[in-house]
């Protein structure tokens, strides 16, 4: 998830809140009975009493739930303007009312049916430019190459590629079209494939699934004969996390979040892993993650130059280890550790196989020959870790997260559940640091990994980071 769209999707919230207040201001400025002949700045500061203060905090929220019933604050990608600027209308008409029961109870000598007509009407004005500037600066976004998602159509019949023309001619949606699944592409003159959109056939698509970055899969089968297929095809984006839309609401699957929505006509059904908070939240996880890595970097950075310097007298070697490892729905990126091995220790590793003590596809030794003396203090006291504050700013990391993993490990995964792990962004510590560590068994921790994705929270995330500590205290790290 990019932070910027994040926080400007939640940044909606705010907007439409001051434009409430503002347009109430208003209405209570040209119409309030008992303020007479005050300028805009006395009218604000007119009777601020503890029970006016929350009366008004209440309203706030009661105009927050009306904008969220409404969907304002879902994603809107496949919605069109008409629909948007509809539901604007409904929910502050419904905001009106809330003001007219408010009032009642609370402003009766304040508010009269004139002061609640100009909020109503008032908010209408400024609400739609406002939300309509909103959209267009996510289009300049998506039109630039900011935000973009990958997808892939599963069927490449007629009406799998009359759906995929309509999706891919808005550019405001953001999409980057990867190509077609199928077992029988049509080659007829009137819907031609082009060979470079053709991707696999079905019974291929989970390992092209598996090795590739796809953020989302439109499925567009003929749902009589291919029921089965379509099913399978569910159930795998469901297992690797993977966001499913298929043109059907039909489907019956214990999934933990769907949503339907019409682009040009054509209903898509979505399904994903994870609660509606774990999509409606990342953006503030994504920010703690920021704030956090550049505090401790700078905290850190004469500890870290320390190390550095001890690492390049005591070894010969770079300071740095780099190693590719797979990410946020199987993307690749170089993570970074302080170098805690002997100069080329990866070349070793076919060498030292028979000594893997790991129940996994992992390789450990708990006495590892190729650990330099400084680098078992840091691995202990996971002071090696350091460098991933620079991966975790990048935005290919997060603070708290299912650790990353080499190629080498990712490979060897003999359950595909296990690879549902990469549709969360990996982290320094997750529920497995907490609870045994280096200890717990390759499948208990893959386990945990997936346990953290489906209840994730930010509170989930503040106890995980505050629980590592007394861990990394303990130099239980190997």
Known sequence: MQIKRKILAYGTRV??????????????YLYAPVTPAVSFTELIYIKIELVNLLAFLILLYTWNRIFYHFGLYQKRRLDNQLKEWFDIFKAVSFSALALAVTSFFFWSHYVNPNVILVFWGGSLLLLIPARTLVRFFLVYLRSHGRNLRHIVFVGSGPRAQTVAQKLLKRRDLGYRFLGFVDDNFLVSAS????????????????????????????IVLPIKSYYEKITEVLELCQELGVICRVPSDWFKFKISDHASYVADGVPIFSMQTGTHRFQDSLWLKRLLDIFLSSFMILLFAPLMLLIA????LSSSGPVLFRQERIGYNRRRFKMLKFRTMIKDAETMVEKLEHLNESDGPTFKIKNDPRITPLGHFLRRTSLDELPQLF????????????????????????????KRRFSMRPGLTCLWQINGRNELSFWEWMRLDLEYIDNWSISLDLKIMFKTVPTIIKATGQ
């Open 191 to 218: 819907h031609p494939v082009d060979v470079k959109d053709r991707l696999c056939d079905l019974e291929t698509f989970p390992s092209f699934l598996e090795h590739h970055v796809v953020d989302e899969v439109f």
């Open 15 to 28: 907007l439409d809140l001051n434009i409430l207040s503002v347009s109430l201001l208003l209405g209570l």
């Open 309 to 312: 310097t001890s690492i390049k």
């Open 391 to 418: 991966n975790i700013l990048s935005g290919d990391m997060s603070i708290v997260g299912p650790r990353p993993l080499p190629l080498r490990d990712v490979e060897g995964f003999t359950e595909r559940w296990h």
